[in-house]
């Protein structure tokens, strides 16, 4: 199964996150959504949306081992996918 490779940026730090592997962009982005929205959260990405963005860095085929790199892609902002309060 070939599973991308994501990882959040803190733009205020300017460092991304350490990868994480999922089946899909959209399930990445609904982890992300469900992050930056969680009720009463003290973490900094539900505390600052604008400073976290979410981005693809490529694909990692569990059959044969091979990680395949692109240039970081802006999937989404943190900002965008915050609830109305």
Request: no cysteine; aromatic share 8%; hydrophobic share 40%.
């Given at each position: 199964m070939?599973?991308?490779?994501?990882s959040?940026k803190?733009?205020?730090a300017?460092?991304?996150?350490?990868?994480?592997?999922?089946?899909?962009?959209?399930?990445?982005?609904?982890?992300?959504?469900?992050?930056?929205?969680?009720?009463d959260?003290?973490e900094?990405m539900?505390?600052?949306?604008?400073d976290?963005?979410?981005?693809?860095?490529?694909?990692?085929?569990?059959?044969?081992?091979?990680?395949?790199?692109?240039?970081?892609?802006?999937v989404?902002?943190?900002?965008?996918?915050?609830?109305?309060?």
């Open positions: 070939i599973q991308v490779i994501v959040v803190d733009t205020a300017q460092a991304f996150g350490r990868p994480v592997f999922v089946p899909t962009t959209a399930v990445a982005v609904r982890s992300f959504r469900d992050e930056i929205n969680r009720p959260s003290k900094d539900a505390q600052h949306p604008s976290f963005e979410l981005y693809e860095l490529g694909s990692f085929d569990d059959s044969n081992g091979v990680i395949e790199v692109i240039e970081p892609r802006l989404a902002r943190a900002k965008d996918l915050q609830d109305s309060k």
